[in-house]
């Protein structure tokens, strides 16, 4: 602690009552820094002097063209710092070479100070795009306790927000916030099997890992589905390759991204060789503080965040569920009914537009054979259903979703047909002669992805 101390008394000294710009070859040993002094909780007095990390590899790139950004330090040392010599990969020794390459550099282009101190403040913010928070780091200890402040063991509903709790460290005020961040979390397994669903009207199959993780005293539960052809030694589906199967209770090491809209999801689950099995079931049972006999179900009560969207279902990850998606359905499971006002269309002439597609295809042989032969109260899942037209949608999407309909109707009708004239054929002793019927379906011009809003009514 005292050497960071010290390093924080000259960087106010040098400051001068401004901003200091730190330059670096690479940004690895930006987070190591923070860290560091994270680690005294000496981070907010750090960037009270630092207003600026500049990448000297980016610096190159922007301003020095004709020498590669991907140069090594020791080669640019070769270049530039000839007859001196560093001993490079040791912390004070590299920042002493990289201080000497920098104003060699500019002093053999004929740069002065004025300018490449004004070139250094036009550098963009540096950018991480992914950012792999360490165990047992202050970024971890913070996060346990704004999840359970009281360190009470609880079972949290999801834990949605949490980049916003890693975005508000002071290292971002000098860096741009990245994509998502990466944190390991211990955790056990609940359940691990295969399901069925639906995707695009078509009954698929994958692998579902049910996990309780835990930070601290504080468990909250993850699903991670691993689809059919995913090389994954926990896929049950895919049937070559060597296959892990995970016991109720069996320890395992979760990592998981979440990233800057606060979708949390699992990356990568690995098995704890080191810890024992545990009986999961009583886990969740204490922490539920279930009666003797009652059954064991995932806590319902949603965490308020002010990032969830109004009125929208959050699955246990803290994502919105998949039922609200249209694109994908649970199986089984019908899309979720939204009555929001502003998800009802009003336009007059939209509205008329719409009526007269409907009204077309309602009009070809394919659309009555199929309403003669199906009515409304006896028709399930799979058949089609008209789009609802009062809801809002946009151009592409409505188009996407009247031709997805019009297809369906075109497909079951023609069967009908075909199925009618067969059987007339027989009653006649006639030999059946299958006809082509006339096409009367309209096309609708649309790139649109008909499954992203397949709404049924």
């Given at each position: 602690r005292e050497g960071f101390v010290e390093f924080l008394d000259w960087l106010e000294s040098v400051s001068e009552g401004g901003g200091v710009m730190m330059i670096s070859h690479g940004n690895a040993d930006i987070l190591v820094l923070d860290r560091?002094?994270?680690?005294?909780?000496?981070?907010?007095r750090l960037y009270k002097y630092v207003s600026k990390y500049v990448d000297f590899?980016?610096?190159?790139?922007?301003?020095?063209?004709?020498?590669s950004s991907r140069m090594s330090l020791k080669d640019l040392v070769g270049i530039f710092c000839k007859n001196q010599g560093f001993r490079l990969h040791c912390a004070d020794e590299d920042s002493r070479a990289l201080k000497h390459v920098f104003m060699n550099l500019h002093h053999m282009r004929g740069v002065d100070r004025s300018t490449f101190e004004r070139n250094l403040g036009?550098?963009?913010?540096?950018?991480?795009?992914?950012?792999t928070v360490p165990k047992s780091c202050k970024e971890i200890k913070e996060?346990?306790?704004k999840l359970n402040p009281g360190s009470q063991y609880v079972l949290l509903p999801n834990i949605f927000g949490v980049y916003n709790i890693f975005a508000s460290s002071p290292l971002f005020s000098v860096l741009e916030a990245p994509e998502n961040y990466q944190f390991e979390v211990p955790g056990y397994s609940i359940n691990h099997s295969t399901e069925r669903y639906v995707a695009r009207d078509e009954y698929k199959e994958r692998t579902k890992?049910?996990?309780?993780?835990?930070i601290g005293n504080a468990y909250f539960i993850?699903?991670?589905p691993i689809g059919a052809n995913v090389k994954n030694p926990l896929n049950l589906v895919k049937k070559t390759g060597n296959k892990i199967i995970l016991t109720p209770g069996t320890p395992v090491s979760v990592t998981v991204l979440v990233t800057s809209t606060n979708y949390v999801k699992v990356a990568e689950i690995a098995v704890n060789h080191e810890k024992k099995a545990v009986n999961v079931e009583k886990i969740l049972a204490d922490l539920h503080k279930l009666k003797r006999g009652e059954k064991l179900e995932v806590c319902s009560a949603i965490r308020q965040c002010e990032q969830r969207p109004e009125g929208a279902s959050v699955d246990t990850n803290g994502n919105v569920d998949p039922r609200d998606k249209p694109g994908l359905l649970k199986f089984g499971q019908p899309s979720a009914q939204r009555n929001d006002k502003n998800d009802v269309e009003t336009d007059k002439?939209?509205?008329a537009r719409r009526e007269k597609q409907l009204e077309y295809c309602k009009k070809t042989d394919d659309y009555r054979a199929y309403f003669d032969a199906v009515p409304k109260n006896h028709r399930v899942e799979k058949m089609p259903r008209t789009p609802n037209m009062t809801r809002k949608y946009s151009r592409r999407q409505w188009d996407g979703a009247v031709k997805h309909w019009k297809t369906h109707v075109h497909t079951v009708g023609r069967e009908i047909i075909r199925n009618r004239r067969g059987k007339e054929n027989e009653n006649s002793g006639s030999k059946v002669v299958e006809e082509k019927p006339k096409d009367n379906i309209v096309t609708i011009e649309s790139d649109s992805d008909a499954a992203e809003i397949n709404e049924k009514v």
């Open positions: 560091n002094f994270s680690k005294y909780d000496l981070e907010e590899q980016e610096y190159l790139a922007v301003h020095f063209k004709d020498i036009k550098m963009r913010r540096i950018y991480m795009k992914s950012i996060l346990a306790n890992v049910e996990l309780a993780c835990h993850l699903n991670h002439d939209i509205l």
